[in-house]
Structure formats: structure tokens, C-alpha cells
């Protein structure tokens, strides 16, 4: 059916703030103005943008359990993530919805299954060996840009199936500079005060995206041209392999947008929730004591606790957004949300109620060994038929920087504590995460030879 733009009086009471006072807030402070608003209007409240259009923001498990589970034809997802148009293309599962994006879900799946994740454990550890090695004693150390560099050579190894060391260090440099312009918070603000599609930001984008895709399009063209295709065990070959239900593969078009989806999905998000998990660790010396001796002794339940509270604390994305194509009721039956109406989960306030998580500002990675992350009360990669494809490889990949990193240095805080700053989409801490060596324990840092294996 065709959706209209709801009205105001069609929608739950928000900030009466003009929009660009709204948005300003949003950007510079995510987690204060959602909460301030939450406190004032309870669980379901409307946010105006500079766009135009009223964003619901909801709360409540059971609101959140309605659009999660809500049928594929009523909760689009796509074109509400129409702002990355621009940068992942039009094909990208993160732009597709219905049958269109349940068939790239299934064709993305297959490599990303758990059992497949020690095939990667090993470039895991060789990537972050290869970046621990240059870590010195006393040295005052910003994870932000140290986990990007790990995270990039995963997927351009794991991911892409690079491993020739020119080729990699040409698509590195081309990448790097690809994502520090595509996540600049100048884009964000040229993005939301013209439009996606404006000429003058495609012209800016397509500057550095150009490069980027003319060497995409030849990994792809080398990857279908490999003898040995069938034996490679990158994502990308797997991708070329795969078949639809009609036994149709994926074009060079497809390819190109999923490999971006999932450079710009698995390398930034994984990265900046690594540098939180170090910054809130080093403010906690006995959850970090903790951490440091288990995982020393092989033992990673904890270590999964601790991801699972510095995703909850620090969420990288605040929120998920749904356009809907029906009406739908939320807020206990007081708000009937009218089709065409933005309706957005908010990761960021869900993961604060303290009838569910009790001191919700407090990192205590204890509460997920008491009790596991509900459904829709821990929501870090958004939920339903469009969680995040990739959340086994990111998780798994934390995991594996955690224990390379605690098995090898003792580390300690290094200043405050640090605010939640904005890198585009995403939430990262405002320096970056810093943290000091106070010891390092090996005089050359090595990977495992053996996936599973543990740093002694």
C-alpha cells in the first residue's frame, strides 16, 4: 500500500525544540537527549529532525518485541536506511527489503555460521600479533585507530581473500581513506542539511569511492577467474559460489555492495566496540584483574560477559529504524502509528532501564553470568529477520583481540574516564579509548599456532 507522511498530531509527544536544535543534540550528545526525553515523556516520544520527518523513538521491550517480529511487508528497513545509499549501493542487504533482502540473507549467511568462525580465528590472531608487536612498556596507547587496523585486516583478509602484501597495503590505503571521509561527521552534517543524494555530496563521495570500487570490481574479477575458487575459504568466494532458490548467483553489483556493507559493518562497528571494552576495563581494575587471570588461564566465560556489558553500556549504533507500511500499535494501545511513520528501537535507552539491567550505568559484566541477554531487552545488532549477519564474526573476533591483547600486556587506565562522541553513525569514545602499557610480558608477540589456542 502507499504510505503518507504522518502528522504530528498522528504521532506520541516529543521536544517542541525546532529541528535543528534537535538534531544538534542528537549528534553532539545521543545518549543525554534520549534519555532527558525519555524521562519527560516516558517510553514512546517523537523526534523531529532537519530532514522532516518525525522519528518515533520506542523503548519497551514488548514495543520493541512488536517491530522485531513484525512481518517483513510491514516493517521496511531498507528504505528507511536510505542515507547509506550513497556509500553502500543500492543492492546492499542493509537497502533491501522483503523478498529482495530475504534473499541476500540467505545467500550472506552461510560463510558467517559459527562453526565457520575457526576458520578465522588464526587471521584473527595473526592480525592482531602483527599490531601488538609494535606496542611498547610505558607507551600511552589510542585503541580506536590500533583496533581499526586490526579489524581492516580481517576483512581484507577473511573477508576479501587478500593476502598478497601489495595488494593489501594498495586496498588499505585506498579503504582508509575511503572511511575517514565516508564517516566524517562533516558528511553526517552535509548529509542531514542536503539530502543523500545531493550533487555536492555524491560529487565529495564519488572522489573517493571510485577508487575503491574500480579495485573491488578486480578482486571480484580475480576471485571468478581462480582455478581454485572452490577450495578458497574467503567470504567472497564462498559469495561467488552461492545460489539462490532459481539457482541464480550473485551479480558483480551485488558482490560489491555486500563486500562494502560489510567492510563499513564489520571493521568500523567491531573496532570502536573494542576500544569502549578497553576504556571501560582500565576504569574497573578488579573486572580487568578478573578478565587478565581467566583469560590467562584459557577460560573465556568471562570475557564473553564482558563484551556482552560494554555492548550494552557503550552501544556502537544508538538505534534501528523501521518505516512502517501498516499501522501498528505500541505504548501499551495509547499510540496508533499510522503508515508512512519512522519508528526506531533505541539501543541506547533499552540497555539503560534499571528494571532490567539494576544500576544500568555501572559496567558489572557479572549480571550476563547471572542471567543471559534477553531477546529484545539486549539489542546490539537490532533484531528479528535484519540482525546484523555478521554478529557471530564481530563477537568472535572480539574475543579473540581480547584475549591477544591481555595475554601479552598488562594494561592501565590512562586519564578519565571518556565521554560518547559521534564518528558519523557510530559512538566512540572521545579520545579514542586511551590506555597504558604498564607491562609488556613477552618480547615478541606471536599467534596461536593452533585455532582455539590461548597465549600462554
Not at 248 to 264: A, G, I, K
Request: net charge negative; proline share 7%.
Amino acid at each position: 500500500m502507499e504510505s503518507q507522511t504522518p502528522t504530528l498530531l498522528d504521532l506520541p509527544p516529543g521536544p517542541r525544540q525546532p529541528r535543528y536544535a534537535q538534531a544538534l543534540q542528537w549528534v553532539t550528545r545521543p545518549q543525554e537527549f534520549a534519555v532527558r526525553q525519555r524521562e519527560r515523556f516516558g517510553d514512546v516520544f517523537t523526534l523531529q529532525f532537519i530532514d522532516g520527518q518525525p522519528l518515533v523513538v520506542i523503548s519497551d521491550p514488548e514495543d520493541i518485541r512488536t517491530v522485531f517480529t513484525g512481518s517483513a511487508e510491514v516493517m521496511h528497513a531498507g528504505e528507511a536506511n536510505v542515507v547509506l545509499g550513497p556509500i553502500l549501493g543500492s543492492r546492499s542487504i542493509l537497502l533491501l527489503d522483503e523478498g529482495e533482502h530475504l534473499r541476500e540473507r540467505r545467500l550472506l549467511l552461510p560463510p558467517f555460521h559459527g562453526a565457520r568462525m575457526l576458520r578465522y580465528e588464526q587471521i584473527m590472531a595473526e592480525a592482531a600479533a602483527r599490531e601488538l608487536d609494535s606496542w611498547q612498556e610505558g607507551e600511552t596507547i589510542e585503541m580506536l585507530p590500533r583496533m581499526q587496523s586490526i579489524t581492516l585486516e580481517v576483512i581484507m583478509r577473511a573477508v576479501f581473500g587478500i593476502e598478497d602484501g601489495l595488494e593489501m597495503e594498495r586496498l588499505r590505503v585506498l579503504l582508509r581513506t575511503m572511511l575517514q571521509e565516508t564517516t566524517d561527521m562533516r558528511q553526517m552534517a552535509l548529509s542531514l542539511i542536503m539530502g543523500p543524494d545531493s550533487d555536492r555530496l555524491v560529487r565529495r563521495l564519488r572522489e573517493v569511492l571510485d577508487p575503491v570500487d574500480e579495485e573491488l570490481y578486480r578482486v571480484i574479477a580475480e576471485h571468478r577467474r581462480a582455478p581454485d575458487l572452490e577450495e578458497r575459504e574467503d567470504i567472497l568466494s564462498m559469495l561467488l559460489l552461492a545460489r539462490d532458490d532459481d539457482g541464480q548467483p550473485m551479480t558483480d553489483v551485488e558482490l560489491r555492495d555486500e563486500l562494502m556493507t560489510l567492510l563499513l559493518a564489520g571493521h568500523e562497528t567491531t573496532a570502536s566496540s573494542l576500544a569502549w571494552a578497553f576504556e571501560q576495563l582500565t576504569h574497573q581494575p578488579q573486572t580487568l584483574e578478573r578478565l587478565t587471570a581467566e583469560l590467562r588461564d584459557g577460560d573465556e566465560s568471562y570475557a564473553e560477559a564482558v563484551i556482552q556489558e560494554t555492548m550494552r553500556l557503550r552501544p556502537v549504533l544508538p538505534l534501528v529504524i523501521r518505516l512502517l507500511k501498516e499501522p501498528i500499535t505500541v505504548g501499551q494501545g495509547r499510540f496508533r502509528l499510522p503508515a508512512g511513520t519512522r519508528v526506531a528501537p533505541a539501543i541506547i535507552l533499552v540497555h539503560l532501564r534499571d528494571d532490567i539491567y539494576p544500576d544500568p550505568y555501572q559496567f558489572r559484566p557479572e549480571r550476563f553470568l547471572e542471567k543471559p541477554p534477553g531477546t529484545y531487552t539486549w539489542i546490539p545488532f537490532g533484531g528479528g529477520m535484519r540482525r546484523c549477519v555478521g554478529s557471530a564474526f564481530a563477537l568472535f573476533e572480539m574475543r579473540a583481540v581480547l584475549r591477544a591483547v591481555l595475554t601479552n600486556f598488562d594494561v592501565e587506565a590512562a586519564g578519565g574516564s571518556e565521554r560518547i562522541a559521534r564518528r558519523s553513525l557510530t559512538l566512540i569514545p572521545d579520545h579514542g579509548g586511551r590506555i597504558r602499557i604498564a607491562k609488556r610480558l613477552h618480547s615478541s608477540i606471536e599467534a596461536p599456532l593452533e585455532a582455539g589456542a590461548a597465549a600462554a
